[in-house]
């Protein structure tokens, strides 16, 4: 994948590919009195933390390469998914430092200084489940930038059991099968929702000025399947209160269009996929959904 084009994980905040550096110490200051701790090592890198009423804000900076990431806290009181979330920025920052500092070295007529910045916002809360959605943008010396997508749909902690990362499959009767049928029915909404989006973006239909894009966007939206989702996947707000509205699906660019029409995220409501969810998941969702439309 060429330089300033990569796009990140499902997989929170996943460490960037490079040599791995010395241990790194940051004492994080988040509200509601949680505080986590990194072993302590030396590292080339100015580091600070700042408290702010409801996110965590961590930030690097060197000669090579520059990082932050912002968390909201209602994450980090989850105490392994904030541990999961903390842990991943700082090896993503040292990861990105080590690349930079080799690539500086190697080309330094052409180097240009790395830069990441992350954010992690809780999309949906309810007694049971806490969903997040982790927006990464990364420079890495190409002609731009480019921006991606994580998420995390947590279930909390229940009696005798800690809280624990969930697939959407999961939601699903026969959910694990590749042959279930809710796999073809949400590719099928979310290609006529993008190719909506498409013809409101460019005025035209994209089998005029998509230039092949529809053919890469079936097999790209063919992928919410057991795999388990390529796609980023988050709960959206409801109507209905304590209940999720539907599940909304996030797409980097290139993923579905050329860089220059940026992102996409579609919101399939829970009317559309209920009649196939587990007896378990009906109590998960309800009402209408709530977009930022």
Same mark, same amino acid.
């Given at each position: 994948?060429?330089?300033?084009?990569?796009?990140?994980?499902?997989?929170?905040?996943?460490? #960037?590919?490079? +040599?791995?550096? *010395? /241990?790194?110490?940051?004492?994080?200051?988040?509200? %509601?009195?949680?505080?986590?701790?990194? $072993?302590?090592?030396?590292?080339?890198?100015?580091?600070?933390?700042?408290?702010?009423?409801?996110?965590?804000?961590?930030?690097?900076?060197?000669?090579?390469?520059?990082?932050?990431?912002?968390?909201?806290?209602?994450?980090?009181?989850?105490?392994?998914?904030?541990?999961?979330?903390?842990?991943?920025?700082?090896?993503?920052?040292?990861?990105?430092?080590?690349?930079?500092?080799?690539?500086?070295?190697?080309?330094?007529?052409?180097?240009?200084?790395?830069?990441?910045?992350?954010?992690?916002?809780v999309t949906h809360e309810t007694k049971t489940y806490l969903s997040a959605?982790?927006?990464?943008?990364?420079?890495?010396?190409?002609?731009?930038?480019?921006?991606?997508?994580?998420?995390? #749909?947590?279930? +909390?902690?229940? *009696? /005798?059991?800690?809280?624990?990362?969930?697939?959407? %499959?999961?939601?699903?009767?026969?959910? $694990?099968?590749?042959?279930?049928?809710?796999?073809?029915?949400?590719?099928?909404?979310?290609?006529?929702?993008?190719?909506?989006?498409?013809?409101?973006?460019?005025?035209?239909?994209?089998?005029?000025?998509?230039?092949?894009?529809?053919?890469?966007?079936?097999?790209?939206?063919?992928?919410?399947?057991?795999?388990?989702?390529?796609?980023?996947?988050?709960?959206?707000?409801?109507?209905e209160p304590g209940k999720a509205g539907g599940l909304a699906f996030h797409?980097?660019?290139y993923e579905l269009g050329p860089y220059a029409m940026g992102t996409f995220?579609?919101?399939?409501?829970?009317?559309?996929?209920?009649?196939?969810?587990?007896?378990?998941?009906?109590?998960?969702?309800?009402?209408?959904?709530?977009?930022?439309?």
């Amino acid at each position: 994948m060429a330089k300033g084009a990569e796009i990140m994980g499902r997989v929170s905040l996943l460490p #960037i590919a490079g +040599k791995a550096m *010395a /241990g790194i110490f940051v004492v994080l200051a988040v509200s %509601a009195g949680v505080h986590l701790h990194v $072993a302590h090592a030396e590292t080339p890198s100015a580091e600070k933390t700042l408290p702010v009423t409801d996110r965590f804000l961590r930030e690097t900076s060197s000669e090579t390469a520059e990082t932050s990431v912002s968390i909201d806290t209602r994450l980090l009181k989850e105490p392994v998914l904030g541990a999961r979330l903390v842990s991943g920025s700082v090896e993503g920052a040292k990861a990105l430092e080590a690349s930079a500092v080799q690539d500086s070295a190697d080309a330094p007529e052409f180097f240009r200084t790395y830069m990441s910045n992350e954010d992690w916002r809780v999309t949906h809360e309810t007694k049971t489940y806490l969903s997040a959605l982790g927006t990464r943008w990364l420079f890495t010396g190409g002609a731009h930038g480019n921006s991606g997508f994580s998420s995390v #749909i947590w279930e +909390k902690p229940q *009696a /005798g059991r800690m809280g624990r990362e969930v697939a959407v %499959a999961s939601f699903f009767r026969n959910g $694990a099968s590749a042959d279930a049928e809710i796999w073809p029915l949400l590719s099928a909404f979310l290609y006529d929702a993008w190719e909506r989006e498409w013809e409101a973006r460019t005025g035209e239909s994209v089998t005029v000025s998509g230039q092949g894009w529809h053919v890469d966007a079936q097999k790209t939206l063919a992928q919410p399947a057991p795999s388990d989702m390529a796609s980023v996947v988050t709960l959206v707000p409801s109507t209905e209160p304590g209940k999720a509205g539907g599940l909304a699906f996030h797409f980097a660019p290139y993923e579905l269009g050329p860089y220059a029409m940026g992102t996409f995220s579609f919101t399939v409501p829970q009317q559309v996929f209920r009649p196939h969810l587990t007896v378990e998941a009906t109590e998960l969702f309800g009402g209408d959904a709530l977009t930022d439309d």
